[in-house]
């Protein structure tokens, strides 16, 4: 998992391209080819552009400390090396790290990130096989909201009960974390 530090934030035009991609892929046979197309989020030609670590980064809008991390754990590879031996970067490299971070942003786990990556380099996407991706994802986030809103209940009471009480006196939440603890 990463860290907090590791993990940087989304701007919120990839969140909305993602949409964007899903929908498309939902409703035809998604290539590989298009997701990079979809997914350019510049108008320049760059297929011949190499990037260092520092640069991918930069560009990528994440920290080099998450790249390293991607790498560590196979989710990402140097396109080589330069004349320097410094590993280098593809304008494909970006591309895939921003499929991370798109998925990432949308509550795929990096094992699941893993898988997509997998499906997606076969060049071809098919729904029915990231639907029960989707869905496992999909059912993980409405238990988390069903318990997030039952933790929001019990503090919404304890609360009031703070605010029935007098300011001065033995607080009844305290003594009903007691009480939890018998």
């Not at 552009?49 to 920290?63: C, E, F, M, S, T």
């Not at 986030?141 to 019990?154: G, N, S």
Request: glycine content about 4%.
């Amino acid at each position: 998992m990463l860290s907090q530090d590791e993990v940087p934030v989304l701007p919120s035009e990839l969140a909305a391209l993602l949409v964007t991609t899903f929908e498309l892929s939902c409703s035809t046979l998604l290539t590989r080819s298009s997701v990079l197309k979809l997914l350019a989020v510049t108008g320049q030609d760059m297929v011949d552009k190499h990037y260092n670590i520092g640069q991918l980064a930069r560009v990528a809008r994440v920290p080099v400390s998450t790249l390293r991390y991607y790498e560590r754990v196979g989710l990402l590879a140097p396109a080589g090396r330069a004349h320097n031996n410094y590993r280098f970067y593809t304008q494909d490299t970006l591309q895939i790290v921003r499929f991370i971070r798109t998925a990432q942003a949308t509550g795929f786990t990096l094992e699941d990130v893993r898988t997509l990556l997998t499906l997606w380099h076969g060049q071809s996407v098919l729904c029915k096989d990231v639907q029960p991706l989707v869905a496992k994802r999909l059912a993980e986030v409405t238990q988390r909201l069903q318990d997030m809103q039952h933790i929001l209940r019990i503090l919404t009471s304890m609360l009031a009960m703070c605010h029935a009480q007098e300011q001065n006196a033995p607080c009844p939440v305290i003594d009903k974390l007691t009480e939890a603890l018998a």
